[in-house]
């Protein structure tokens, strides 16, 4: 309503004249009464915000870095057209920052006995579960000079998931698992593969593949083809210890990991074999086994969706049972963890040999890359300490890889960028030896 209607109404409700001022005290009584009564008016000609039914539909999942929409149903039960600001609270990290205020709050105009909705987007900053706060609507009277206000609980949740933005690697990687897998010409034996079929000798294969008793029964030399055994085992083993929580670059060091298991995971579940994942420091913070292809990866975004690294020394005794315990059947043991000397050789070390033993074990580590800058670095007294000290703690993380593999465990040491991809090579050229 404009200021030449709430002038008049202001008129109609008793005041002094329209344009006459009443001398003394009781113009200015008259006006504050008129004012006063106005007001009053307002206040109850406001749609009351308890009888509000609110609702809520959308989504309940979003991956990390991509907008979530969730719709708020208003219904205004009462005899009154509802004018109100709406807000719409959610936990800080639902939004990118500087962007709350324009997306949670709203206008609403609703006529009586009619409803409405409203959508807030939500664009997560963090992992994990996101839970609507409260609701709170200020409904005005028509001349918005008084207001009613009130909150509603309407619970909802919104799970933020990994990114898995390796998944770009996933198609290179599928089109090296099919060349292993004896769709395309490739010779490959070892003790984790399996027979595939007969086909013509041709000039650089192998004499050890010949199989004379069918070439004697054909006219050509045969040779067989074998492909990589399917149906494995192999169990990711994420460390959720203190070593997970340091940042590199952009992103915690478990995050990382998680995103190189999720490609080894795909890839691995398109290959035919049984993938299980394991979270622990010094309990088990999250366990999937038993899974289908079809649900393994689904299953193992929701359950990292919540991880957290926690900061406690890993308990590597206990990891080490637990995994055991897991997989109890020969299996593939992915360890994502650090490659630092001290929580290596304090924990993991002294107990690796009881996973060498039974399984065979793949520790994957990721690298910092302001390291190697750092160890180039030249032209200062500073920058002289920093590249002594990078290469120092380059050469502490070698003397540990060395000490795994002379425990027969393959390592894998990359940058985040590059960890997914080297972790799937890694799998693949395991799976071409017959290692699995």
């Not at 492909?227 to 959720?240: Q, S």
């Not at 899974?291 to 080490?320: H, I, Q, W, Y």
């Not at 502490?396 to 040491?413: F, I, K, S």
Request: net charge positive; hydrophobic share 40%.
């Amino acid at each position: 309503m404009g200021v030449t209607g709430r002038a008049a109404l202001l008129a109609a409700l008793g005041s002094v004249p329209l344009g006459v001022w009443a001398p003394g005290w009781t113009g200015v009584l008259a006006v504050n009464a008129s004012v006063a009564v106005a007001c009053a008016c307002d206040f109850a000609l406001a749609a009351p915000v308890r009888r509000l039914g609110l609702t809520r539909s959308g989504d309940t999942s979003v991956r990390l870095g991509e907008a979530a929409d969730v719709t708020l149903t208003v219904t205004n039960p009462t005899g009154r057209p509802l004018r109100a600001q709406l807000r719409d609270a959610w936990p800080p990290s639902s939004w990118q920052p500087g962007t709350e205020g324009p997306a949670s709050r709203h206008l609403l105009t609703i006529p009586a006995g009619e409803r409405r909705r409203v959508t807030t987007r939500l664009r997560p900053t963090r992992r994990g579960d996101r839970q609507a706060d409260r609701v709170t609507i200020r409904s005005y009277g028509p001349l918005r000079l008084f207001a009613r206000q009130g909150t509603h609980r309407v619970p909802w949740t919104v799970r933020v998931l990994p990114p898995f933005t390796s998944r770009r690697h996933l198609p290179s990687k599928l089109t090296r698992l099919r060349e292993l897998d004896g769709r395309t010409s490739l010779l490959t034996r070892g003790e984790g593969t399996e027979f595939d079929s007969l086909r013509e000798y041709v000039p650089g294969d192998d004499t050890r593949s010949i199989d004379w008793r069918a070439t004697a029964r054909h006219t050509s030399v045969a040779v067989r083809t074998w492909r990589p055994e399917r149906d494995r085992h192999i169990l990711l083993v994420l460390d959720t210890g203190r070593t997970s929580a340091g940042r590199v670059g952009d992103v915690p060091r478990l995050d990382a990991s998680m995103d190189a298991a999720l490609l080894l995971a795909a890839l691995a579940s398109r290959a035919g074999d049984r993938v299980g994942m394991l979270a622990y420091d010094r309990r088990v913070r999250a366990l999937v086994q038993g899974r289908s292809a079809r649900d393994v990866l689904p299953s193992l975004v929701d359950a990292m969706a919540t991880l957290e690294p926690e900061l406690v020394e890993t308990n590597a005794r206990g990891l080490t049972a637990t995994a055991l315990r897991t997989a109890p059947r020969r299996s593939l043991i992915v360890l994502l963890t650090t490659l630092d000397a001290a929580p290596m050789e304090e924990g993991l070390l002294p107990v690796l040999g009881r996973l060498t033993q039974r399984h065979t074990v793949l520790v994957a580590s990721v690298a910092d890359p302001n390291i190697a800058r750092m160890a180039t670095a030249r032209g200062s007294v500073d920058a002289v300490y920093e590249a002594a000290a990078a290469a120092q703690a380059q050469s502490e993380r070698r003397r540990t890889a060395d000490q795994l593999r002379r425990h027969g465990v393959t390592v894998v040491d990359a940058p985040p960028d590059e960890l997914a991809p080297a972790l799937a090579d890694a799998y693949l050229a395991l799976k071409s030896a017959g290692r699995l």
